[in-house]
């Protein structure tokens, strides 16, 4: 199995490219983003908990995603030839749950990909998402909110995963297919090790 997960601040582009990398090396892409709001959509007890968070840009509780994250990743564990975590784990405490719970089933994270891209870019292009996503945490406010949050609580899985020997940063800026040329320069150099 191939295990990654693309790590970056809200707006650089972990999403755009988790949809490319998917088909190049046939992973599974689990959003937690996306899992969140498919449960808001649906109006399960779970979503109507997590959009009290989403909605002012703070993180949901750690307990809350690690349980679907793994939930997930048990659902297809059997057929998939791996995963691209996007959004996962967005704190230290999320990064130990995940790393034990992958040893715990026999598996691994092999590394961390960063996506960086510098905040005033970043503050663009959520603005511009803002137009037509119509999700409720893409306006002005609840964007730097979650620029915050990020620097405080999931720019820290960086270290953790240095620490692991297990971090690879790669520069955001440019044109969607050279960012996921850099991507896969990465995953190539890895599975070539
Ligand atoms: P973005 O990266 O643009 O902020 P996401 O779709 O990844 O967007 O996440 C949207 C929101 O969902 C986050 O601001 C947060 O409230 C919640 N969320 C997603 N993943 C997590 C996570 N791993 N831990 C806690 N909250 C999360």
């Known amino acids: 199995m191939l295990n990654i997960i693309l790590c970056g601040a809200p707006g650089c582009g972990k999403g755009t490219q988790s949809t490319l990398l998917v088909e190049k090396y046939n992973l599974k892409h689990l959003s ?3 899992l969140l709001r498919s449960e808001i959509e649906s109006k399960s007890d779970v979503g109507k908990q997590a959009e009290k968070y989403i909605s002012i840009g703070s993180l949901v509780p750690d307990q ?6 793994l939930n997930a990743v048990d659902k297809y564990a059997a057929t998939a030839a791996g995963f691209i975590l996007d959004g996962f784990p967005r704190t230290v405490e999320q990064a130990a749950a995940l790393e034990k719970a992958f040893e715990e089933r026999n598996n691994k994270i092999d590394f961390l990909v960063d996506i960086q891209v ?5 503050i663009t292009r ?4 803002g137009e037509t996503s119509g999700r409720s945490d893409d306006n002005l406010d609840t964007i ?4 915050q949050v990020y620097e405080s609580k999931t720019a820290p899985v960086n270290e ?3 620490n692991l020997g297990k971090y690879h940063s790669i520069n955001g800026i440019g044109e969607i297919s050279e960012i996921s040329a850099r991507i896969s320069e990465v995953i190539d150099a890895e599975l070539n090790k």
């Not at 510098?118 to 970043?122: A, C, F, G, H, P």
């Not at 959520?126 to 998402?129: A, G, T």
């Not at 730097?144 to 620029?147: D, G, I």
């Open 64 to 69: 809350m995603i690690i349980e679907i994250l």
């Open 144 to 147: 730097k909110k979650r620029l």
């Open 126 to 129: 959520l603005l511009i998402r």
């Open 118 to 122: 510098e905040t005033k870019e970043l």
């Open 160 to 162: 953790f995963y240095k």
């Open 32 to 34: 937690t983003g996306e």
